[in-house]
């Protein structure tokens, strides 16, 4: 995943310092990100995703607080955004910020994120994900072990083979449905998995 955040890294020195949003209905948001211990930070930037402009705005910055960042503000609608850790070289992470209390819980190698609808769908879609990407694992791990043992044959390899093809095929289909429904969760899946779809799946994205 080394190409997961090139376009919204790019984008990071245009952020916008201000935003005219008098006509627009502001509403409340609280953002609550905790780190686990072992990922100690002392300070945290929100950058908003602002389309009309396609730039990044800030949001705010906080200091740590026994590992817990708070953001709190307004906003006039979901919106893609990132939490930036200041003086720090490991990836922001991507999330929709929306009109709610969002609790966010990072450890290292997994995250948690409840609070608002747009965020549970985008965590659905990363647990579904993974299950389908855990199973296509463990059929690799059955070729290898009955190739070791030389149990492996030819009905079993096939069965292994059609396996993992409907296991692909079903990770791209889902991919390319969620990223088509063009919604902010459709935007950060995009953005952290469009590069692995393959030719034929991304004639499909709209």
């Known amino acids: ?13 245009l952020a916008l310092t201000g935003c005219d949003n008098s006509n627009r209905h502001l509403m409340d948001y609280r953002v609550t990100c905790t780190l686990d211990s072992k990922l100690q930070r ?3 930037t929100l950058l908003v995703l602002e389309d009309d402009y396609n730039k990044l705005r800030v949001n705010g910055t906080a200091l740590a607080s026994d590992g817990v960042f708070t953001f709190t503000g307004q906003t006039d609608g979901p919106k893609v955004a990132l939490i ?6 490991t990836k922001p992470f991507l999330f929709v910020l929306e009109a709610a209390d969002i609790s966010i819980t990072i450890k290292p190698g997994s995250w948690n994120i ?23 694992l463990a059929t690799w791990q059955e070729y290898l072990d009955m ?13 292994m083979v059609r396996q993992d093809s409907l296991l692909y095929d079903s990770l791209q289909r889902i991919t390319v449905e969620r990223i088509n429904r063009g919604d ?10 469009a590069n692995q779809l393959d030719k ?4 499909q994205l709209k």
């Open 1 to 13: 995943m080394k190409k997961t955040f090139i376009a919204i890294s790019l984008l990071l020195g």
């Open 42 to 44: 002392d300070s945290a």
């Open 84 to 89: 930036r850790w200041d003086n720090d070289s």
């Open 114 to 136: 409840s609070g608002s609808p747009l965020n549970l769908e985008y965590q659905r879609y990363v647990n579904q994900r993974n299950g389908i990407t855990n199973a296509r």
């Open 147 to 159: 190739s070791a043992d030389s149990s492996l044959k030819p009905d079993d390899e096939g069965r």
């Open 184 to 193: 902010a969760v459709g935007r950060i899946i995009k953005e952290r998995y």
């Open 200 to 203: 034929e799946h991304m004639r």
